[in-house]
């Protein structure tokens, strides 16, 4: 099954950026999955946050981040990213990339999920 690695967090300032990436683990491709990003902030459920189709040519946002953050993807790299803008403390959380149905932003898979990269929003 398809597998993946997030990296690209760190601590950010509130209304700063950060720019996560994730990639597909050796020996695989994205080829023509939709592929999300999810959030879990400590001691809440994990959450989707956006989803982007195969091509790239069509993508849905939590109304949380909408307006705020872009998802985008490099198919001959293999590679979704994730333009964080604006952020906010609320934004704070372990980001993970799966599979992902793009008009209700879950998760294809429950037990596909990577290491996570941490994002932290604090002054």
């Known amino acids: 099954q398809l597998e993946f690695v997030e990296s690209g967090g760190g601590l950010v300032q509130p209304g700063g950026s950060l720019r996560l990436s994730c990639a597909a683990s050796?020996?695989?491709?994205?080829?023509?999955?939709?592929i999300g990003w999810f959030r879990q902030a400590p001691g809440k459920e994990r959450e989707g946050v956006s989803c982007?189709?195969?091509?790239?040519?069509?993508?849905n946002y939590a109304d949380s981040v909408k307006g705020r953050f872009t998802v985008s993807r490099d198919n001959a790299k293999d590679t979704v990213y994730l333009q964080m803008n604006k952020v906010n403390p609320e934004d704070t959380a372990v980001y993970y990339c799966?599979?992902?149905?793009?008009?209700?932003?879950?998760?294809?898979?429950?037990?596909?999920w990577g290491q996570g990269t941490q994002v932290t929003v604090s002054s």
């Open positions: 050796a020996g695989y491709t994205f080829d023509y999955s939709y």
């Open positions: 982007i189709t195969w091509n790239g040519g069509n993508a």
């Open positions: 799966a599979e992902c149905f793009i008009t209700t932003l879950q998760a294809r898979r429950a037990d596909a």
